[in-house]
Nanobody, 124 residues
Framework: QVTLVESGGGLVPAGGSLRLSCAAS????????MGWFRQAPGKEREFVAA????????SYADSVKDRFTISRDNARNTVRLQMNNLKPEDTATYYC?????????????????WGQGTQVTVSS
């Protein structure tokens, strides 16, 4: 079984920054893609960013491409999401996810492992 635990969420003013971290334990995910998704109340869960094991390939949602950066520390089975210039529309619960297949994916349904989420709230 794989366990993912997110941390780093909080309340920040518009224009501020947060750094989210996801620690993985249990089954090794060193060779697997990992990603971040978010879900606001009343909305569908949406893709934010994903990264391959090597870190050589990344994918971002258009809404965050120039503001967020995903990275990973494979030695510690940790993935990070640096969020800069936050906007009120970024307010959501952010989830870390992992999958066993090697291919990068932007679809939540293809990620079998999920954390419990960390809340990010951006005030106007």
């Amino acid at each position: 079984q794989v366990t993912l635990v997110e941390s780093g969420g909080g309340l920040v003013p518009a224009g501020g920054s947060l750094r989210l971290s996801c620690a993985a334990s249990g089954r090794s995910l060193r060779s697997n893609p990992m990603g971040w998704f978010r879900q606001a109340p009343g909305k569908e869960r949406e893709f934010v960013a994903a990264i391959t094991w090597s870190g050589g390939r990344t994918s971002y949602a258009d809404s965050v491409k120039d503001r967020f950066t995903i990275s990973r520390d494979n030695a510690r089975n940790t993935v990070r999401l640096q969020m800069n210039n936050l906007k009120p529309e970024d307010t959501a619960t952010y989830y870390c996810a992992a999958r066993q297949e090697l291919e990068l994916s932007t679809f939540a349904s293809l990620y079998p492992y999920w954390g419990q989420g960390t809340q990010v709230t951006v005030s106007s």
